[in-house]
């Protein structure tokens, strides 16, 4: 099992700021994605932003503009850029990272995070 570590989330007003971030094990290699997954009450998780090895990014359309995901591949670690914040980007947010273990693909999440958006 692989432990990944969020840290970030929080309470921030409309058109604030936040930076979230997701360690996985300094010790674990073959990791292929990163990336960030969020999930508002009463619905469906969803896939937020998404960065390969070689730093190709996938964005939802409703954050495209706002965030910008990267990675510190020596570091095992994923951020998330979160600006200009809006009401509807409150949800938890999940890190998900998938390994290649031996040819075989597994995926991992984190805890999650609460972002919340409010005046």
């Known amino acids: 099992q692989v432990q990944l570590v969020e840290t970030g989330g929080g309470l921030v007003q409309p058109g604030g700021s936040l930076r979230l971030a997701c360690a996985a094990p300094?010790?674990?290699?073959?990791?292929?994605?990163m990336g960030w997954y969020r999930q508002a009450p009463g619905k469906q998780r969803e896939l937020v932003a998404i960065?390969?090895?070689?730093?190709?990014?996938n964005y939802a359309d409703s954050v495209k503009g706002r965030f910008t995901i990267t990675r510190d591949n020596l570091q095992n670690t994923a951020y998330l850029q979160m600006n200009s914040l809006k009401p509807e980007d409150t949800a938890v947010y999940y890190c998900?990272?998938?390994?290649?273990?031996?040819?075989?693909?597994?995926?991992?999440w984190g805890q999650g995070t609460q972002v919340s958006v409010s005046s």
């Open positions: 960065i390969t090895t070689g730093g190709n990014t």
């Open positions: 300094l010790s674990i290699y073959g990791i292929n994605t």
């Open positions: 998900n990272v998938e390994l290649d273990e031996l040819g075989r693909l597994h995926t991992y």
